[in-house]
């Protein structure tokens, strides 16, 4: 991966507030990561809008620019908070590619395989990171790693759960909703040695609908925020 550096607009402590330690904290990382991110994006594209407390902070910035944009939202809470934003949210079934799809990762590898599902939106971020030409991840300094490493969430068909649950051991449901689509989530807690080979299993394993393992050939950029800065990786 080719790293640069990009230029983001100064931040002021005072902006903060009185009282506030003017700390740059991992919560700045992600808003300078999302709003590089925000700044990509073109009047007339058709934009994919991830999950998480990164695409928080980069819903706001895109809405700012008043572009002319459609846009595709990977959850319910996204969805919600777009439309309050005024950005204009269409159901998936109405756009046949994406421009560009922007998200955050729970892991980024040197090689650019991502983890996602923390939020457990994973399998709809894949399909909406797939559809789009160009798929930006944003990222707060936390989130490279040397290796990939469990949990792996997964999103598994009801339908035979124990059995799923045993064909992937070990690994944990978590204590939550069912997905949006009716899925149980859970995570793979094993290891993860060759990510490539985990995926093919984890795909293969009957019962489980999706993993949170994104390869890449799906990533076109990786923005990280590192402290007032954000570093750009381009995969291609
Ligand atoms: C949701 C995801 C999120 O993008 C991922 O968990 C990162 O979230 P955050 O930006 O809150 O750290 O994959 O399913």
Redesign the pocket.
């Known amino acids: 991966m080719q790293a640069c550096y990009l230029p983001v607009p100064s931040w002021r402590p005072e902006e903060q507030g009185p009282g506030r330690l003017a700390t740059v904290s991992v919560e700045r990382e992600?808003q300078v990561a999302a709003e590089a991110a925000a700044q990509l994006v073109e009047d007339g594209m058709a934009v994919g809008l991830?999950?998480?407390?990164?695409?928080a902070y980069m819903l706001p910035a895109l809405a700012r620019r008043q572009l002319s944009i459609r846009c595709v939202a990977t959850s319910p809470h996204t969805e919600k908070a777009a439309r309050d934003l005024g950005l204009d949210i269409e159901p998936l079934g109405d756009i046949d590619h994406l421009d560009v799809t922007i998200?955050?990762?729970?892991q980024v590898a040197p090689d650019g395989w991502l983890v996602?599902?923390?939020?457990?939106?994973?399998t709809r971020?894949k399909i909406v990171a797939a559809l789009a030409r160009s798929f930006i991840v944003i990222?707060?300094s936390t989130?490279p790693v040397s290796a990939l490493h469990a949990p792996i969430?997964v999103e598994l068909l009801e339908f035979g759960l124990q059995a799923t649950m045993r064909r992937i051991e070990p690994a944990t449901l978590r204590d939550m909703p069912k997905s949006p689509d009716g899925g149980i989530i859970a995570d793979y807690q094993g290891a993860v040695g060759d990510p490539a080979d985990l995926a093919a299993w984890l795909s293969a394993t009957p019962g489980l609908v999706e993993h949170?393992l994104f390869p890449p050939a799906l990533v076109a950029m990786v923005l990280i925020g590192r402290g007032e800065s954000v570093e750009q990786r381009v995969l291609r």
């Open positions: 992600k991830g999950t998480g407390s990164t695409v998200d955050g990762a729970d996602k599902g923390g939020g457990a939106a994973h971020e990222v707060d989130k969430p949170g």
